[in-house]
């Protein structure tokens, strides 16, 4: 088994879920560039390297698409079966209820868009597992930017008028082993229960602790420089593994930074 994108978040999860899999880094492979030449070839390939900075792609949408569509074409010609973890960016997020795996996609970011022609990439035979929301122990994610303003201020501003499921890395990394028990195809796996932002963050500061007011504002208010889809909660239509919820998951890896 082979894990690209090992340093990432998801990367770091699915190494502590496989030690046994050969796990690379970017500096050990940019998947931007043909695999190197040392690699024996892989069983399987969890593909979790990508270009995750989704208002970063808007500025280069090619820098974007060389690493996840690009990238994505460079480990499917490893020939080996491939997991390759997409978004629920995949949506327009127009819906008002949850997007399930045969609903249509239409990406409104470059994010987006890339995640989604990498999705074609994998290729026939891969299993494209759609999350949303990541959060973990490690490296960029909301969890540890609230924990970091809720320690230092009285209250922080967040957005109220997007819903989504935030899943824990952990959980997913487990649900992946399942996963390679279901046949390939598109999978939608998130945490149960669906929340906005600002629920999230006044959660993180419950469970933490942390005496934080959490002031709501709206995307627009916001202005970043991607538009994100207002409503991406996904479900299962299919037998995919069930994943607690998120709160459930929030208290999991907060365990894991105490
Ligand atoms: N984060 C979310 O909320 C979310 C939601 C749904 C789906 N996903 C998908 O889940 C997967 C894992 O995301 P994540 O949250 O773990 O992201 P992450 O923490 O940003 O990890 C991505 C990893 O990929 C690496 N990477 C970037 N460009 C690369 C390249 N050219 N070659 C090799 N490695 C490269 C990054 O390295 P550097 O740090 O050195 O750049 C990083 O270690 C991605 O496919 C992402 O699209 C994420």
């Not at 997991?83 to 609903?103: A, I, L, R």
């Not at 990439?121 to 959060?135: K, M, P």
């Not at 208010?221 to 207002?230: N, V």
Request: glycine letters at 10%; one cysteine or more; a negative charge.
């Amino acid at each position: 088994m082979l894990i690209t994108g090992a340093g990432g978040q998801l990367g770091t999860a699915l190494r502590e879920e496989f030690p046994d899999a050969v796990a690379l880094t970017r500096a050990e492979w940019d998947v931007a560039l043909p695999a190197p030449a040392s690699l024996k070839p892989p069983d399987v390939v969890l593909h979790a390297a990508a270009w995750t900075d989704v208002d970063g792609a808007e500025d280069d949408p090619q820098g974007a698409a060389a690493v996840n569509v690009g990238g994505t074409a460079n480990v499917a010609e490893l020939g080996a079966p491939l997991v390759y973890f997409s978004s629920d960016y995949v949506f327009d997020g127009h819906k008002h209820e949850p997007y399930v795996e045969s609903d249509g996609p239409n990406p409104i970011s470059a994010y987006g868009r890339s995640k989604l022609h990498g999705e074609a990439a994998a290729g026939d035979g891969s299993w494209i597992v759609r999350s949303s929301w990541l959060f973990g122990p490690t490296g960029h994610n909301f969890v540890r930017t609230m924990l970091r303003l809720g320690a230092e201020r009285d209250e922080v501003s967040v957005v109220d008028d997007q819903h989504g499921s935030p899943t824990y890395v952990g959980h997913l990394a487990s649900a992946t082993r399942e996963l390679l028990e279901r046949p390939p195809g598109i999978w939608h796996v998130t945490a149960e229960g669906d929340c906005t932002w600002a629920e999230f963050a006044a959660a993180i500061f419950a469970e933490a602790g942390l005496d934080c007011r959490v002031r709501t504002i709206t995307t627009a208010e916001l202005g970043r420089p991607a538009p994100r889809p207002a409503f991406s909660v996904l479900r299962s239509e299919k037998d995919a593994p069930a994943l607690p919820h998120w709160r459930e998951g929030l208290r999991a890896c907060l365990d894991r930074l105490a």
